[in-house]
């Protein structure tokens, strides 16, 4: 199992319980699937379109799902980012870091 996790993070999967939180038993899985196509690609963009929209990293989005920081859904073979979420977590972080 060791050996599979470690080919699935090189891949940019994860599992979908990360950081001893299980990102399903928020409602973001029923929330997901409630809205239309159009709307899940916007409230849920990929971690790559979501890298692009706030200017960072694919790997730190990544990265920030996996240890908890922000939410996520796993649906296909793509985590989908909950936007508020990723949204929420910058906000804080660049609170955190004034002076």
């Known amino acids: 199992m060791g050996k599979d996790k470690s080919k699935a993070r090189r891949n940019g999967e994860h599992l979908s319980v990360l950081g001893g939180e299980n ?21 849920f963009p990929t971690t790559a379109r979501a890298a692009v929209v706030v200017g960072i990293s694919q790997r730190t989005i990544q990265y920030w799902i996996e240890i908890g920081e922000i939410e996520a859904v796993y649906i296909g073979n793509k985590w989908r980012v909950n936007i508020d979420s990723l949204i929420e977590f910058l906000k804080k972080r660049a609170e955190d870091h004034m002076f």
């Open 23 to 43: 990102h399903y038993s928020n409602g973001l899985l029923e929330q997901y699937l409630a809205m239309t196509h159009m709307l899940r690609n916007q409230k």
